[in-house]
């Protein structure tokens, strides 16, 4: 069964639009592909935090960069402000850890991320570096999306339990078998291992 309320489906909304214009400008892509790229991207990211978050102390680690970092939501506060983060990570103005994302994919596919955009490539027709390109580009959209909607209650099981549901089931094919793919190796964590199952079964 498709979660149309799940996490991915709803940021993915808010996305469409004028988010997804302003990215296709950024990498140079048209419409339609970046509106596919964004649409399978935004699964890998939330896969990929959910993975995170089952591990022991995952889901309290990651509410704790939730509340530390991106809680402003790139507005100062309030609600989850799309526009400014947007503006904030396009126009590569300051913001520090918020906005920094680089540094967020290091943490979320664990000093992996060239090996994910080659995934993403793979799956969307972009070249590694644009699709490293986007991912850097969603991935503070996705930590103030996270963040306002659990960072302020501070509940590390509730925000486990929806990432976990995020990745869908492997017999669902394309991305989401990809997702499943991530801990091929059995270890609990997505790592290099991981990366090359996927990339063999392309």
């Known amino acids: 069964m498709v979660n149309t309320n799940s996490l991915t489906a709803s ?4 996305l469409q639009g004028t988010g997804v214009q302003q990215v ?21 990211l939330m896969g990929a935090l959910g993975s995170n978050a089952s591990q022991p102390q995952g889901a309290q680690s990651l509410l704790n960069a939730l509340q530390k970092d991106h809680l402003g939501g790139g507005s100062g506060g309030g609600g989850f402000d799309l526009g400014g983060i947007l503006g904030a990570v396009l126009g590569g103005g300051g913001g520090g850890a918020a906005t920094n994302g ?16 080659q995934v993403l490539g793979n799956k969307t027709g972009l070249d590694s570096g644009r699709a490293g390109q986007l991912l850097a580009i969603l991935a503070p959209i996705v930590m103030s999306f996270l963040a306002q909607r659990f960072a302020q209650q501070g509940n590390a099981n509730e925000l486990g339990q929806a990432l976990g549901a995020e990745a869908p089931p492997a017999a669902a094919g394309g991305i989401g078998g990809l997702l499943n793919a991530f801990d091929q190796d059995g270890d609990g964590q997505f790592g290099l291992s991981d990366v090359m199952g996927i990339l063999s079964k392309r």
Not at 24 to 44: E, F, K, R, W
């Open 24 to 44: 296709s400008q950024q990498l140079g892509l048209d419409q339609n592909q970046a509106t596919q790229a964004v649409s399978a991207a935004l699964p890998l």
């Open 11 to 14: 940021l993915f909304s808010q």
């Open 102 to 117: 680089a540094g967020i994919l290091g943490h979320v596919f664990g000093g992996q991320t060239d090996q994910a955009a």
